[in-house]
């Protein structure tokens, strides 16, 4: 069955540390995927995307994400976390024929300490 | 561009009563979705239409459930009857049908006591 996994259910970093968030999916075949940030009560916002062609994808707020095929992983990183990074952090994935919802991580909630 | 609108932001209501919260989606796109999210279950696909037909509705819960997109610029999601188990918070997303990116309305929060 497609799947989405985050690891990671709660992390906890202090400001200006490195940060790396885990995602794996299952899936017959590469499936485009996104990384989504919902903070407390708010609603989901795109940090960045992978459909092809380069594996490093820049997104917003100094965010990157690797694919790596070999691994089914597309983690999520930032060199300097800033405590305005808080929230909760969920990797999803989508197919372009076919079913073309997205599938969601159960998430992973980012706590900063100063 | 506005980005996708819901309406209302929150709801709370009591058992038995119909609920139907509201979605615009962004102008041009093609697909509309909507999510709920919920503490245990996480963020689940409850139906998705393109170009206002209903696609997949397999995450609908039950018959009380029911979506409907009259035509290309507004959905709606009726619950009747709610339950307390209904509790949680409703997404609607949109995208293009190039663009694979979906976007995300601010969420309806339902509260069903």
């Known amino acids: 069955a497609q799947s989405v996994t985050q690891p990671d259910i709660h992390i906890t970093v202090s400001e200006g540390a490195s940060l790396e968030l885990r995602c794996n999916y299952s899936?017959?075949?590469?499936?485009?995927l996104f990384w989504y940030v919902q903070s407390p009560g708010q609603g989901l916002q795109l940090l960045l995307k992978?459909?092809?062609?380069?594996?490093l994808v820049q997104g917003i707020k100094g965010f990157e994400a690797e694919f790596k095929r070999s691994q089914s992983s597309f983690n999520l990183r930032k060199p300097s976390v800033h405590w305005s990074d808080a929230a909760e952090y969920f990797c999803?994935?989508?197919?372009?024929?076919?079913?073309?919802?997205?599938?969601f991580g159960s998430g992973t909630r980012l706590q900063v300490q100063p | 561009d506005a980005g996708v609108i819901q309406s209302p932001r929150h709801e709370v209501t009591e058992m038995g009563q119909e609920v139907t919260l509201r979605c615009k989606p962004i102008?041009?796109?093609?697909?509309l979705f909507w999510y709920r999210q919920t503490m245990m279950r996480g963020l689940e696909l409850l139906i998705y239409?393109?170009?206002?037909?209903?696609?997949?509705d397999s995450g609908m819960p039950e018959d009380r459930f029911s979506a409907k997109m009259p035509n290309a610029s507004f959905s709606t999601l009726k619950i009747q009857p709610s339950e307390p188990r209904d509790s949680a918070v409703y997404f609607c997303?949109?995208?293009?049908?190039?663009?694979?990116?979906?976007?995300f309305g601010p969420g309806t929060r339902l509260l069903v006591l």
């Open positions: 997303a949109s995208r293009g049908e190039g663009p694979k990116t979906q976007y």
């Open positions: 899936y017959g075949a590469t499936p485009y």
């Open positions: 992978y459909f092809s062609g380069d594996t």
């Open positions: 999803a994935v989508a197919l372009d024929t076919g079913r073309r919802a997205l599938t």
């Open positions: 102008s041009g796109h093609d697909y």
């Open positions: 239409f393109n170009n206002n037909v209903p696609i997949d």
